[in-house]
């Protein structure tokens, strides 16, 4: 159980962590933080939170639950912010897509790991974005990868553990190194070929053509490229060393599949096309709902 | 009205467009063909088709609509096989997803362009395949381009755009060269994107768990590679050029989001975040169901 928790950043990752845990009767308050009220005034009018604070020192006084949820690029200034005001049994985690620099960011505001911090990842979100978007089931089924510092104490990884549990998604303890290496593979590097996608066809001289004619694959493919244009630079600029890997990676492989092409290489195409079926078959057997 | 519709290749495709024009009473007799008998009896007992035939000469006699709806690279031995068999008023369209390629295959199965052949291809599917995947409102909504040859009668033209309009499309014509390369960068680019991501993902060491933490993005991203690998493999080779300059275009465009992202240029990365965003948003507004 929570007492009370404080919720920096009511988009659709914290609004939805709000729903679901106020749904399980999980806390007795839930005061949520930005710097923009109005959107704060419509997540009280939603029910999503109980009050609401614009000042993050105020925000975190006597919270004993701190969950950051804003874009990689705020991380360090609100971790700066809050520092002095912490209630002594307050334990701080965040929603980062990217860890290394979480904790990097959390060691230069903080001076050094504290045990209170537990840095995290939801696997889960929608290309929408804001509190209206945001919904109590979000995170039911889904992933949610804690890395834990060196000096995060069992306790604190304990509480946010069975926190982001009544939540109704299924924990994971990852090393921050591998999970920004999985995430850059895993969604950061689609995120990029979707944007790189759309904005290509954009500039190109039939471009109304170029969208009215697509199909809905190609709506399911760049779907993702309506995301939040911030979070997903903030991302880039987060997690570059694991992204720029994943990005060569690709390249590397799309120009040898493009060799395959230009030289008719059936053989290539048709290992190539039917090993990424079956593994995709594989994994949404796998993963399905 | 159809008196007699064959349909060579009754899987997704072929199988809805019957579905659709069954239901619509738009014809009074629907032949299925096909190599495979059991997909045939299947599609007779699905009421897809009324009869079947798995000698092509023998399907298409006293057929006055002919659709043939076959991996690209079957398309030649089709038009070969039925050449000498046709009705003297059949009209033959087929659903290719490449158009210059079908016209180069019947201009050297029927010794030049016949009046009777209508290219055509319609921008709709899903990564299921077979006849079992079909329904009859796969086309309602959606786009058929035809790319009539200059040989094309006005007439057979008017009759395979009043079949399509009964299955619920919406029609458009173009030249088959354009349609090639539009449809390279919406629909044949994406694909190869898609499934070189799931195979490059496929030979990382973490591999169970790439695809393990991989959230709804990815599902969606990568759903086009779950696609039949032969109507891929077929598609590359038929429509290699406009592709292989699709690819080329991407490549370059990802290049430079990659050196934005290892600056740490702040402002292309927002800029082609947004722009593309914008357009996804756009289009999804243009052409939502």
Not at 92 to 98: N, R
Not at 234 to 254: H, K
Request: negative net charge; glycine residues 8%.
């Amino acid at each position: 159980m929570i007492r009370r928790l404080c919720i920096v950043g009511v988009g659709l990752i914290g609004g939805s962590l709000a729903r679901a845990l106020r749904e399980q009767g999980y806390c007795h308050h839930i005061v949520g933080c930005s710097r923009k009220a109005d959107n704060l005034e419509r997540a009280v009018e939603l029910g999503v939170i109980d009050s609401y604070e614009t000042n993050l020192a105020k925000a975190v006084t006597d919270a004993d639950m701190v969950v950051v949820c804003v874009p990689m690029g705020a991380m360090g200034a609100v971790f700066r912010a809050i520092r002095s005001h912490l209630a002594a049994d307050a334990v701080v985690t965040d929603a980062g897509s990217s860890k290394r620099s979480v904790i990097e960011a959390a060691q230069q505001a903080f001076d050094g790991l504290p045990p209170f911090l537990v840095p995290g990842h939801p696997i889960a979100g929608t290309e929408r974005t804001g509190v209206d978007a945001s919904f109590a089931s979000l995170y039911r089924g889904r992933k949610v990868i804690l890395t834990p510092t060196p000096n995060s104490a069992p306790q604190a990884v304990a509480r946010v553990k069975a926190m982001w549990e009544a939540s109704g998604a299924q924990l994971i303890e990852m090393a921050p190194d591998h999970h920004d290496e999985v995430l850059a593979a895993t969604s950061h590097l689609p995120h990029m070929l979707a944007y790189n996608l759309v904005d290509m066809l954009g500039t190109m001289q039939q471009r109304r053509e170029m969208f009215r004619y697509a199909a809905g694959g190609f709506r399911d493919f760049t779907r993702i490229a309506s995301s939040d244009p911030v979070m997903w630079h903030d991302i880039c600029l987060a997690n570059s060393d694991a992204l720029l890997a994943a990005v060569d990676g690709f390249a590397a492989s799309l120009a040898e599949l493009r060799t395959a092409i230009a030289d008719g290489d059936s053989e290539t195409l048709m290992d190539c096309f039917t090993r990424a079926k079956t593994l995709r078959d594989a994994h949404i057997e796998l993963d399905a709902p």
